[in-house]
Every structure is written in C-alpha cells, then in structure tokens.
C-alpha cells in the first residue's frame, strides 16, 4: 500500500531554485531510508540524495553537493529535494525512492546509490533548467 508521489518540478533558469516534494502514503519514517535520483536521456540513473527517515545522515553526488538539500516533515509524511544553484546539466527526470528495511549507517554510506536498496519508487517529476 505504499505510494510515493513526486512534486514541485517544472521548467528554470540556471542559476535558479526548486523544490521538490515527495509524499508518501503507507509509509512511515522511521528507521528507514528514502532517496532522490534522476535520469537525464541517454544516462544512466543516478542517485542524487539519501536521507535517514528517522533524521540525521544524509549522503549527496559529488555533483550537487552544496547546491541540493535533502530534508523531511514527519508530520506531513513527507521527503523535500530543495535545488539551488540550478544547472544545465541538472535538467532530468527525478524520482523518489524508499526503502522498507533498516540498514547500518557504515553499509549505507557506501551502498546508498544501489538502486535495489529500494522498494518504492514514485513515477518522477521532470526538472528542465535552461542556460
């Protein structure tokens, strides 16, 4: 029963700012994970950011370090992806993902990126940033 639903994308001019929402039903945060990643065409996805629900470690690509800030509402059950400082090459298809299992923080800063790690994904929302 847990869906993911993205938000908050849109068309932007470098140098501009975004934020992306994903809301989440059946889901609860704790002791779990939930992620960004983004498609451009003709690339691989790739993971943007990971958050621990239950708050804390956070992990970014080397490439929006930064200028991205990953965060979360408890309450409103609720993952943001706030974009600053917004690139060219930023422009791609973001998706939310979540884990439903725990997992350690020493496993998890390296393996966060692993997209099989991930039990749900929403269906994206695009991000268009024009130079």
């Known amino acids: 029963q847990v869906q993911l639903v993205e938000s908050g994308g849109g068309s932007v001019q470098a140098g501009g700012s975004l934020r992306l929402s994903c809301a989440a039903s059946g889901y609860t945060f704790s002791n779990t994970y939930m992620g960004w990643f983004r498609q451009a065409p003709g690339k691989e996805r790739e993971g943007v950011a990971t958050r621990y629900t239950g708050g804390g470690s956070t992990y970014y690509a080397d490439s929006v370090k930064g200028r991205f800030t990953i965060s979360r509402d408890v309450a409103k059950n609720t993952m943001y992806l706030e974009m600053n400082s917004l690139k060219p090459e930023d422009t791609a298809m973001y998706y939310c993902?979540?884990?439903?299992?725990?997992?350690?923080?020493?496993?998890?800063?390296?393996?966060?990126?692993?997209?099989?790690?991930?039990?749900?994904w929403g269906q994206g929302t695009q991000v268009t940033v024009s130079s």
């Open positions: 993902a979540a884990t439903a299992l725990t997992y350690g923080d020493t496993y998890w800063s390296l393996k966060w990126t692993q997209e099989n790690n991930y039990n749900y």
